[in-house]
């Protein structure tokens, strides 16, 4: 049988796969001697991967801080993405401190990830997030904060014969989960191992008896009886890649990024939708978090327990949607 043709897409998201291979390599031969300066070229890897995939409009900068609109100041992160309307004198002046309203995505970078930074970015995630107003009016506003949060790594420190990297970052992203996100908006976006995989937050809006009608005995009695939501971290890897087999995480970074930022801005939606028919984005799986309806304001809770939520090709934009980010 004839091979199956490779989508040019997927050779570029390989060649970008193996230069940031080439970069861990450079970088670990000057790690010890100068762990600062590895971390700094690191951060600016990942800056130049998304200068050159995310759309012009935005610009990727390094180092500072996120300041509220009431006065309060994030912990230093790593990498900002802002958007088009951010002021371009405070950029040209060199400025640290970012205006939230302008970042729309901040990123922490690791050089070899370990099980405390996954803890250590959970809780500056929900820093982070704490900085926004909380919104209101539709289960995607009251589901995600206006930023997005991710923790970017160029490797990972599971590599002898018996470890078990997946099950590991898999195990630790649920318990710093559970330990530090008191509602579905603080879950961290993002966290991308360059040469392993990408986890990525994924909300189902409302799970209900009512979904089953004539099969209420469908829905699991451990579940809360008026209905819940869900919260999830689906690990896309080459082990659960057995779909389309031309997996990359970088492939899954930037199609799950592309689109978290498409929900905020219209302008990236037919891109988008061309990197999902592609594929790059891979498959994946991963468990659930039971969230009860009491996170809904109460506008938004009577009409997705009567269920009134869209569902379908029609609704891949609509705020109302049962799913997000979990297609």
């Known amino acids: 049988m004839p091979k199956e043709k490779t989508h040019d897409l997927h050779d570029f998201m390989q060649q970008l796969q193996d230069r940031m291979a080439a970069h861990y390599k450079q970088i670990q031969k000057r790690a010890t001697e100068d762990p600062g300066t590895a971390g700094d070229q690191g951060e600016e890897n990942w800056a130049e991967l998304l200068r050159g995939w995310l759309p012009r409009t935005y610009e990727v900068v390094t180092k500072g801080r996120i300041i509220s609109q009431d ?40 050089t070899t990830l370990t099980a405390a930074h996954i803890a250590e970015a959970m809780e500056t995630c929900v820093k982070i997030k704490s900085l926004y107003p909380v919104r209101e009016g539709t289960p995607y506003k009251e589901l995600h904060s206006p930023i997005i949060y991710g923790l970017l790594a160029q490797s990972h420190s599971w590599k002898s014969p ?51 009608p004539g099969n209420e005995w469908a829905y699991p009695k451990h579940l809360e009886p008026d209905g819940v939501a869900l919260s999830s971290y689906i690990g896309h890897t080459d082990s659960y890649d057995n ?47 039971i969230w009860p309806s009491s996170i809904y304001s109460k506008e938004v809770r009577l009409r997705a327990e009567h269920p009134q939520l869209s569902s379908g090709p029609d609704a891949k934009w609509d705020e109302w949607k049962v799913c997000f980010f979990f297609e």
């Open 243 to 289: 779909q389309f087999n031309q997996f990359t995480p970088i492939g899954t970074l930037i199609s799950d990024l592309s689109q978290r930022l498409a929900w905020e801005d219209s302008t990236l939606r037919d891109l988008v939708h061309y990197y999902q028919t592609t594929h790059i984005d891979g498959t994946g799986k991963g468990e659930s978090r």
């Open 71 to 110: 006065g309060d100041v994030s912990p230093q992160v790593d990498v900002l993405v802002l958007k088009s309307i951010y002021p371009k004198q405070l950029i040209d002046e060199g400025q640290k401190i970012f205006l939230a309203a302008g970042v729309a995505a901040a990123f922490e970078c690791k």
């Open 162 to 212: 018996k470890s078990t990297p997946e099950k590991n970052i898999e195990e630790k992203l649920q318990a710093s989960d559970k330990k530090y996100v008191s509602h579905p908006r603080e879950c961290l976006d993002l966290l991308c191992i360059a040469d392993l995989g990408t986890w990525i937050s994924s909300k189902i809006t409302f799970f209900s008896p009512r979904m089953f």
